[in-house]
């Protein structure tokens, strides 16, 4: 059994068709590159093939590489797993090398076969990077494929020739955006953007005709042509120094220099626009195996690739639980959670009945489809059509008879638990009797919820995080007597709408707030210290947060975290723990600055919202102190604050599985992507260092930064969180 197929066809162009055994996606591993090979020189050694062209039989073309076979390769190399994965960079390189030479002479440039890539679907990574080094590029003119080079995104960059390649394409300031990105593109844009040549119906078909048409001179690559010169200009071309200059200035803006691949990257083209082609491959193998070293890369490579998509293929779902895909879903509030819930779920093509106090309530919810739709249209991204279509499956009343038929309902009013337990009451009188009913509560007990139910055993938590379609993660929570069916339901729905699913059980805060709240908390705290508050949202951003402590403060509303404060002292009593944060945020909200919302709150705002910078009343109240605090004490305070929590979920069997805690962070709140999350930031500075520096942060301020018993024991017995945790490598 083989990844590749190999046919020649009656006018002797040789179909090199790639078709992975047992994958919905071609993903490339080793023994699968050296078929690859063989049959790219089968081809080159037959006179009687004229050409070739490479192509899929599966509905897209490739998914890029198997990550896996990065990690098999590291660990079998021993005591030299730098070495293993240059040279099997530097081995890939060859091979695609060989195809763009394609066996021309190398002094004439004369004799060569034309090699053409049939891209009949979605294209990514190692699929795109072969797709380059062919002469000649056809895809599918299907608006819905894409290709791209996204490997950015996974902590890694193109280094399968991708980055020298097309930056040699396009030159540096054209290639930089697409690779820094990641994007992946539609047809007519890649086009545009010179990574396909041609768009056709049948791109199989189109690359055969162009093979048995080509002259010499179409298959010879610019840089193998003598007098090539970079597009954009060479780095000390005048025109050149100015685009490497403001491409530095861009990345560094961007990632804050949190993350050391786009670094690489942008070095690789840099370093590989000063010497010839073959070098830079070479120099480009040399930072993507610096990149691969680097334990950022593997964690980001395990949390937002292998643990992601194993969450998302149900490696939590409870076994021998029959497919619980919803065919009807009841939202109940049409306030912005319930707008953006009932969007998703007629995305998913979900029948949604979207309830509200009166009508006008409710018709305002399902306005927000409709806008939704609208803006798409604009964008190109949507049709009139398909607005209509998704309108339909909306029903949006007060009237709770319309929820008879639903087998999912999902309760987003009030915050309060008296009025969520009113409406539980009088949905489950007019709900099938299998119905499963979820709160989004962002804060509330579930068990507690539940109590209003007459079925706690189809009574769960689905929280989701606004705005509802742009947000990645979808957090579940099992209450006391949560059952494996509404688990289940929980899941298949999530997956519907093609979100990502972490469950946890129940605990105040569930899992995701339960770490968000003392990062503000930690930020407030630093303010009242005299800490300056650019100091502490820069040493937020400079660890790769999306914002800092106080600038997302601002943007969820000072009123939540106040109220959010309040309920947690009423809840807690005495145990409840004085916090100087609290303080400061009853003072904003009694001044009226509640954020954002209210163009007012720790940064002034002008009339179109926009952010002018911090309140100088913040300063008259919490004077600056004369000394601050060195950077990475502000960011360890951050960053502990957190990662604690995390340890305290897991101790506490709220987190149930470790990829959830991690995956969960990323996805959520954007915790320092780069290290993979809470977790897997533990095991990079290794648990022995975080206990020792729990104590140190506890000396100075206090027992919120007390060491939990769980890293403690881990922290002497020299264990690593993946090390005793992940259930991939109990499995294996």
């Known amino acids: 059994m083989t990844d590749f197929k190999?046919?020649?066809?009656?006018?002797?162009?040789?179909?090199?068709?790639?078709?992975?055994?047992?994958?919905?996606?071609?993903?490339?591993?080793?023994?699968?590159?050296?078929?690859?090979?063989?049959?790219?020189?089968?081809?080159?050694?037959?006179?009687?093939?004229?050409?070739?062209?490479?192509?899929?039989?599966?509905?897209?073309?490739?998914?890029?590489?198997?990550?896996?076979?990065?990690?098999?390769?590291?660990?079998?190399?021993?005591?030299?797993?730098?070495?293993?994965?240059?040279?099997?960079?530097m081995a890939g390189h060859r091979v695609l090398r060989k195809l763009e030479r394609a066996g021309m002479e190398l002094k004439t440039n004369k004799g060569g076969k034309p090699v053409?890539?049939?891209?009949n679907g979605t294209c990514a990574g190692i699929g795109t990077e072969i797709a380059l080094a062919c002469h000649h590029r056809v895809m599918t003119d299907n608006p819905k494929s894409k290709i791209g080079l996204p490997e950015i995104l996974l902590g890694i960059f193109p280094g399968g020739g991708g980055t020298i390649r097309y930056s040699y394409m396009v030159g540096a300031m054209a290639a930089s955006p697409v690779l820094l990105e990641g994007k992946m593109m539609d047809p007519a844009k890649a086009k545009a953007a010179k990574m396909v040549d041609e768009l056709s119906a049948d791109p199989l078909e189109a690359a055969r005709q162009w093979v048995l048409n080509a002259k010499d001179e179409d298959i010879v690559k610019p840089w193998d042509a003598k007098g090539y010169k970079m597009p954009g200009g060479d780095p000390y071309h005048p025109a050149g120094f100015g685009t490497f200059v403001g491409a530095s200035a861009m990345v560094n803006g961007k990632t804050q220099g949190a993350f050391p691949a786009a670094k690489a990257l942008l070095s690789a083209i840099y370093e590989g626009a000063l010497v010839d082609f073959d070098t830079a491959l070479k120099i480009e193998a040399r930072w993507f195996t610096n990149v691969l070293m680097n334990p950022s890369s593997s964690a980001m490579i395990r949390s937002l690739f292998i643990n992601k998509q194993a969450l998302e293929k149900g490696a939590v779902r409870p076994?021998?639980?029959?497919?619980?895909?919803?065919?009807?879903?009841?939202?109940?509030?049409?306030?912005?959670?319930?707008?953006?819930?009932?969007?998703?779920?007629?995305?998913?093509?979900?029948?949604?009945?979207?309830?509200?106090?009166?009508?006008?309530?409710?018709?305002?919810?399902?306005?927000?489809?409709?806008?939704?739709?609208?803006?798409?249209?604009?964008?190109?991204?949507?049709?009139?059509?398909?607005?209509?279509a998704m309108l339909s499956l909306i029903t949006a009343t007060?009237?709770?008879?319309?929820?008879?038929?639903?087998?999912?309902?999902?309760?987003?009013?009030?915050?309060?638990?008296?009025?969520?337990?009113?409406?539980?009451?009088?949905?489950?009188?007019?709900?099938?009797?299998?119905?499963?009913?979820?709160?989004?509560?962002?804060?509330?007990?579930?068990?507690?919820?539940?109590k209003a139910s007459s079925r706690p055993e189809q009574f769960i938590g689905i929280h989701f995080f606004s705005p509802v379609e742009k947000m990645l993660l979808v957090e579940i929570i099992k209450g006391r007597e949560t059952g494996d069916r509404a688990v289940a339901k929980a899941l298949d729905y999530v997956r519907q709408i093609r979100k990502t699913p972490i469950v946890v059980n129940d605990a105040r805060f569930f899992y995701a707030n339960r770490c968000i709240i003392p990062y503000i908390n930690e930020g407030l705290r630093m303010i009242t210290e005299g800490v300056s508050p650019a100091l502490i949202d820069n040493a937020a951003t400079q660890l790769g947060f999306p914002v800092g402590p106080i600038q997302l403060n601002d943007e969820t509303s000072i009123d939540l975290g106040a109220k959010i404060a309040r309920a947690t002292k009423e809840a807690l009593g005495d145990d409840y723990p004085e916090n100087p944060a609290d303080?400061?945020?009853?003072?904003?909200?009694?001044?009226g600055r509640l954020g954002r919302k209210a163009n007012a709150g720790f940064f002034e705002y002008d009339e179109k919202g926009k952010r002018l910078g911090y309140w100088e009343g913040l300063g008259e109240k919490y004077p600056l102190a004369e000394d601050q605090p060195d950077l990475t004490e502000v960011q360890e305070r951050l960053m502990f604050a957190q990662v604690l929590e995390a340890v305290r979920a897991l101790e506490e069997n709220v987190l149930m599985d470790i990829r959830e805690g991690d995956v969960g962070a990323v996805l959520a709140w954007g915790f320092a992507p780069w290290s993979g999350g809470p977790l897997s930031w533990l095991d990079i500075i290794g648990t022995p260092y975080a206990a020792e520096r729990c104590d140190q942060l506890t000396a100075a301020y206090g027992d919120r930064f007390a060491c939990p018993q769980l890293l403690r024991d881990m922290a002497a017995k020299g264990q690593s969180f993946y090390g005793r945790f992940d259930p991939e490598a109990k499995a294996a």
């Open 6 to 89: 190999y046919d020649v066809d009656a006018d002797g162009v040789a179909i090199i068709t790639w078709d992975a055994v047992g994958k919905s996606m071609n993903v490339l591993t080793r023994e699968a590159y050296g078929e690859f090979d063989g049959f790219v020189e089968q081809a080159l050694a037959d006179d009687a093939v004229k050409g070739i062209v490479i192509t899929s039989a599966k509905k897209d073309f490739a998914g890029g590489m198997d990550l896996n076979t990065l990690a098999t390769i590291r660990e079998e190399a021993g005591d030299e797993p730098a070495k293993a994965l240059f040279d099997f960079t």
């Open 116 to 119: 053409a890539c049939a891209i």
């Open 319 to 388: 076994a021998g639980v029959a497919d619980q895909r919803v065919k009807k879903v009841g939202v109940l509030g049409a306030g912005m959670m319930g707008a953006g819930i009932a969007l998703v779920s007629a995305q998913a093509g979900i029948e949604v009945v979207l309830i509200d106090r009166d009508q006008a309530a409710a018709d305002k919810g399902k306005a927000y489809t409709e806008a939704h739709l609208d803006k798409g249209i604009k964008r190109g991204k949507a049709t009139p059509e398909k607005k209509e």
């Open 398 to 450: 007060p009237d709770l008879a319309a929820l008879e038929g639903c087998d999912l309902i999902v309760e987003a009013v009030f915050e309060d638990t008296a009025v969520k337990a009113e409406m539980t009451k009088k949905v489950e009188a007019v709900i099938p009797e299998d119905c499963i009913f979820a709160s989004n509560t962002s804060t509330l007990p579930i068990t507690d919820l539940a």
């Open 583 to 591: 303080e400061l945020i009853f003072w904003l909200e009694d001044l």
